[in-house]
């Protein structure tokens, strides 16, 4: 069961409908780039970010749960994992992950709790 993975938290300070795009997103221990994507849609809220030289031009997919904090003033998204948790996530591709139930699923587990792989402990 990963549903909530993919919803914002209430107290994240996100409203429905804002334009996420090209803010900054923070982990727990720095900087890991910038939204290029993302969805408020229920059940299946998350954020796409351009990691730039960080994975070297790659970009990670982080369900909706993973924010603690949305800084509309700043432009900036703060998310309660550091640098390393992401960069172990399974590897996203858009044009093969992107409504891929399958892949939601696997990053639902790694994100979700009780996740075996250094997400957020049960």
Same mark, same amino acid.
């Given at each position: 069961?990963?549903e909530?993975?993919?919803s ?15 803010? #900054?997103?923070?982990a ?7 939204? %290029?994507? +993302?969805?408020?849609? $229920? @059940? ?7 990691t ?5 031009g ?22 309660d994992?550091? #640098? ?5 996530a399974?590897?996203?591709?858009? %044009?093969? +992950?992107?409504?891929n $139930? @399958?892949?939601h ?5 790694y ?12």
């Amino acid at each position: 069961m990963t549903e909530h993975v993919w919803s914002y938290k209430s107290t994240s300070g996100h409203l429905a409908g804002t334009d996420l795009t090209g803010y #900054k997103v923070e982990a727990a221990d720095g900087s890991i780039g910038k939204v %290029d994507k +993302h969805s408020d849609e $229920v @059940g299946d809220a998350y954020l796409v970010v351009d990691t730039g030289v960080w994975i070297f031009g790659k970009e990670v997919l982080l369900p909706a749960s993973t924010v603690t904090r949305v800084d509309p003033q700043e432009k900036k998204i703060y998310v309660d994992r550091t #640098k390393e948790q992401i960069k172990s996530a399974p590897e996203f591709h858009r %044009d093969q +992950h992107l409504g891929n $139930v @399958g892949y939601h699923e696997e990053l639902g587990t790694y994100y979700g709790s009780g996740a075996p792989f250094g997400g957020r402990p049960a």
